[in-house]
C-alpha cells in the first residue's frame, strides 16, 4: 500500500502545481472515514482507495481525479456524505466522487434492477465528466485482483462476469487496452477455471519449451528492419489466455490448431516508418491472405491506431505482427488516460460518439434487463467499418444490418428508414453488413419503426429506439381503444360527462394525466364500475358487484389501429375483415379480437366481452387456409399461381401431413376482406390440382 507522501510524491513528479494539502487532507479523511473497516484479504479497506488512486497516478491524471479516487467508497461505504465531501473539497470532488458512487443501498430491487440502476447512474455521470469512468475502470481493476480473497464462488462468478461484460468492453471502447487484458485473465479464471488452468499450463510449457525462440524471432524481425535502415523497437509475446480460449470457441478448434499464438510488437518513430516496415516484412515472409488491417489509416473509434498483419515464418509457423510508433503506442495502451485534455486545462465535452449512443440508450430502456441488454450490444467489441454515400466512416459490431447503420447515422434516419442500397443494390434491411459496405439508406416521411425489426438488429442503440417507437405506438392505439371505451361507459350515466368531470376523475383515481387514463382503460388496469364512481359520485351505489351492467349502445370500431399494438388478431380464427368480430379484455394484455362463432369463445372466457367492427373500410388483415393438394409434378405451382391472380401475397406456406397421393398445406394469405378469400377458395375448389380447400 502506498504510504501518504509516496503519493503525494508521485503526483507531484508530473504536476508539480498539484496542492499537497487537498492531498494530504483526501488521503487522512478516507483512512479516517473507512477506519477499521476490513477486505475480505483481510487488509485495511482504506488500502483499496488508495491502491486505485496509485494507479491513477500510473496514468498521470490530475489532481481531482486522485482525490476522487481516494474518496470514491467513502460516501457509500462509511458515514460520509456528499455534501461533507462537497465542504472538504469543493463541488467538482463532490460530482466525480457522487458518480462513481453506486446506488446498492436500494435493497427493494433485484440483482438485476440494482445493476442497472448504477449503470444507469454511472453512465450519465460519466457522459459529463469521462474522469468518473477512469475512477471506475480502475476500482474494478482492483478489486478483480483482490477476487480470490472472495469465499463465496458464486459472489466471485457473478462480479466476474460483470466485469467481462461491461467493464472491460469499456475498457476497450476507451482505449485502455491494458485494463481491458487483465480484466479479462483475472474474470476468465473466475468464468471457466479448467480452461484458464490448461491454455496458461500449455502457454507454460511452450514457453520451457521453444528455449528462447520467441526472443530469436523478435531479433530477425529487428534485423531485417535494420537493414532497410529503420531503427525500431521489437517485442514477443504469447498471446492473452482469454483471447487464444476464444479463438478455439469460435473457430470450434483445440489448442494443437491454433497456429498463431505468438504476437509480436514492432515501434517506430513515424507514420511513414510504419508502412515502410511493413513492406519490408511482407517482402523478406509470407503474409497470411485477409490478415492485414490498416488502423492507421483508418483508426478504431477508440482512436486505436496501428498496422496488424500476420506472417508464416519457418517451419509454417503462423505469427501476428502489429506495428505502430511510439506515440501510437502509449495511446493504445492507456487510450483517453494517455492524453486526458485536463492536463491542457481543456475540458472534453463528453460527446464521444459511442458515449452518446449509452446516453440515449439510459433514456430508452424500458426496465432493467433491457438497459443491461442494450448496454452489453452497445460496448460489443469486435467491430466492421461501413460508410455513407458521402465517405462518412461508421463502426458496428459484427453481423450489423442498414437498420443498425441507420440508426448509427441518426435516431432519426432509422425511425424513417423503408430500405437500402448495399454498394449501389438494393438489398433487404436483414443483410449483415461486411466490412467497407457502403451503405446508403432509403427513407419515408410516413415510416416507422416495425416490431420484427427487433428480430435481427445487433446494435443496443437500434434495439432501445425500436423498442420506444414501438411502445410509444402501442401506448397510442391503446389510449385510442381507451377513448372509445371511456365514451361508451360515460353514455351510461345519468348525467353528461364533461371536461371538468373528467379531469377531476383523472385526480380520483390517481393518474398523471387525461392520456393516463384512457392507457388504462384500453388495457383493463381500470374497471367500468370505478370509473363510474369516479366521474359521478353515487353512481354505482346500492348496486352488487354481480350487477348486470348495460351492454354496449354500438360496436367499437378498430378501423385505423395496428394488429399487435391495442389488439391482436386471434390465432384461433384467424378474424378477416367484414366477419362478425368481439373482443376479449383482460389486465395488462390488451385486446383480442375472434370471430363471434370462434370455439374459444363457446368454451368460455374469464375476460371482458367487448361489441367490434371493422369500420367502414379496412386495411386487410391475413386469412389461412388448408388446402389439399394431389401430390404430382406442378400442383403447388399451379395453387400459388390462383393466389397471384387473385392478388393475394403468401405470407407463409407449410406442408402439414403427407399422405400419398395427398399433400395438406397451410396457406397464410394477406387478404383485403372475407369475400376476397372466398373468391379465393372458389378457385382453388375448381382446380383440378386441389383435392379440397377452405378456410381455417
Request: proline share 4%.
Amino acid at each position: 500500500m502506498l504510504r501518504q507522501y509516496e503519493l503525494v510524491e508521485r503526483v507531484k513528479a508530473y504536476e508539480p502545481d498539484a496542492d499537497e494539502a487537498v492531498l494530504n487532507r483526501a488521503y487522512v479523511y478516507t483512512v479516517q472515514k473507512h477506519g477499521t473497516q476490513q477486505r475480505a484479504s483481510g487488509d485495511p479497506y482504506f488500502s483499496h482507495p488508495i491502491e486505485v488512486a496509485g494507479l491513477m497516478t500510473e496514468l498521470k491524471l490530475d489532481q481531482e481525479t486522485i482525490v476522487t479516487a481516494l474518496l470514491h467508497d467513502t460516501v457509500e461505504d462509511t458515514l460520509a456524505t456528499i455534501e461533507e465531501v462537497e465542504q472538504y473539497f469543493g463541488p467538482e470532488i463532490a460530482r466525480l466522487v457522487d458518480g462513481v458512487t453506486k446506488l446498492s443501498k436500494i435493497e427493494t430491487l433485484t440483482e438485476n434492477e440494482r445493476a442497472a440502476e448504477n449503470l444507469r447512474k454511472f453512465f450519465l455521470a460519466m457522459s459529463e465528466d469521462l474522469r468518473v469512468l477512469l475512477v471506475k475502470l480502475a476500482d474494478r481493476l482492483h478489486n478483480m485482483r483482490t477476487l480470490h480473497f472472495i469465499k463465496s464462488a458464486e459472489k466471485r462468478r457473478r462480479i466476474a462476469k460483470e466485469t467481462m461484460d461491461i467493464y472491460a468492453p469499456l475498457a476497450e471502447r476507451v482505449g485502455m487496452y491494458e485494463y481491458m487484458r487483465e480484466m479479462q485473465l483475472l474474470a476468465f479464471e473466475q468464468l471457466e477455471p479448467e480452461a484458464y488452468a490448461t491454455i496458461t499450463g500449455r502457454l507454460a510449457q511452450i514457453r520451457s519449451q521453444e528455449g528462447g525462440q520467441v526472443d530469436a524471432i523478435a531479433l530477425a524481425i529487428k534485423q531485417a528492419l535494420a537493414e532497410a535502415g529503420l531503427d525500431v523497437e521489437v517485442s514477443g509475446r504469447e498471446k492473452h489466455p482469454y483471447s487464444i480460449w476464444k479463438k478455439m470457441a469460435e473457430r470450434h478448434v483445440s489448442f494443437e490448431q491454433i497456429t498463431d499464438i505468438m504476437a509480436f510488437r514492432v515501434l517506430t518513430a513515424s507514420p511513414g516508418d510504419c508502412y515502410k516496415a511493413l513492406g519490408v516484412l511482407h517482402q523478406t515472409w509470407q503474409m497470411i491472405p485477409g490478415r492485414f488491417k490498416d488502423y492507421i489509416s483508418t483508426p478504431k473509434s477508440n482512436g486505436y491506431r496501428s498496422l496488424h498483419t500476420a506472417l508464416i515464418y519457418e517451419n509454417s509457423m503462423r505469427m501476428e505482427v502489429q506495428i505502430r510508433t511510439r506515440d501510437m503506442h502509449r495511446t493504445n495502451e492507456f487510450g483517453l488516460a494517455a492524453h486526458w485534455a485536463y492536463k491542457q486545462g481543456e475540458r472534453p465535452d463528453g460527446q464521444v460518439g459511442w458515449l452518446r449512443d449509452l446516453i440515449e440508450i439510459v433514456d430508452a430502456s424500458h426496465d432493467a434487463e433491457e438497459l443491461l441488454e442494450h448496454t452489453r450490444l452497445a460496448i460489443y467489441q469486435d467491430r466492421i467499418f461501413a460508410f455513407t454515400p458521402k465517405g462518412a466512416l461508421h463502426q458496428l459490431p459484427k453481423g450489423a444490418t442498414p437498420i443498425d447503420f441507420a440508426y448509427s447515422v441518426h435516431t432519426d434516419l432509422g425511425n424513417a428508414a423503408v430500405g437500402a442500397k448495399i454498394n449501389g443494390r438494393h438489398m433487404p434491411l436483414r443483410t449483415p453488413l461486411a466490412n467497407g459496405d457502403v451503405v446508403e439508406i432509403i427513407k419515408s416521411r410516413d415510416s416507422e419503426p416495425q416490431l420484427s425489426w427487433l428480430g435481427f438488429v445487433v446494435t443496443g442503440k437500434a434495439r432501445a429506439a425500436i423498442r420506444r417507437a414501438v411502445r410509444a405506438k402501442e401506448r397510442q392505439e391503446v389510449a385510442t381503444i381507451g377513448r372509445k371505451l371511456f365514451d361508451e361507459v360515460a353514455s351510461r350515466l345519468p348525467a353528461r360527462i364533461g371536461r371538468k368531470a373528467t379531469l377531476a376523475a383523472v385526480r380520483k383515481l390517481g393518474f398523471k394525466d387525461e392520456e393516463d387514463l384512457m392507457v388504462a382503460m384500453g388495457s383493463a388496469k381500470l374497471a367500468d364500475r370505478d370509473l363510474m364512481e369516479a366521474l359521478v359520485p353515487g353512481s354505482t351505489a346500492g348496486m352488487g358487484e354481480q350487477i348486470e351492467w348495460p351492454k354496449q349502445e354500438r360496436a367499437i370500431s378498430i378501423r385505423g389501429l395496428t394488429p399487435g399494438m391495442a389488439f391482436h388478431l386471434a390465432d384461433c380464427c384467424h378474424p378477416l375483415p367484414d366477419d362478425r368480430i368481439v373482443g376479449l379484455r383482460q389486465p395488462g394484455k390488451g385486446v383480442e379480437v375472434h370471430t363471434i362463432d370462434c370455439l374459444k369463445l363457446a368454451s368460455g372466457v374469464d375476460a371482458d366481452w367487448l361489441d367490434l367492427s371493422w369500420g367502414e373500410r379496412s386495411d386487410g388483415a391475413v386469412g389461412r387456409l388448408r388446402v389439399v393438394l394431389y401430390n404430382r409434378p406442378g400442383t403447388l405451382a399451379e395453387v400459388t399461381a390462383i393466389f397471384a391472380s387473385n392478388h393475394a401475397n403468401v405470407v407463409n406456406l407449410q406442408m402439414i401431413q403427407r399422405d400419398d397421393p395427398f399433400g395438406t398445406y397451410e396457406v397464410d394469405l394477406e387478404v383485403r376482406n372475407v369475400a376476397h378469400l372466398t373468391r379465393i377458395v372458389g378457385s382453388l375448389r375448381a382446380s383440378e390440382a386441389v383435392a379440397e380447400a377452405e378456410r381455417i
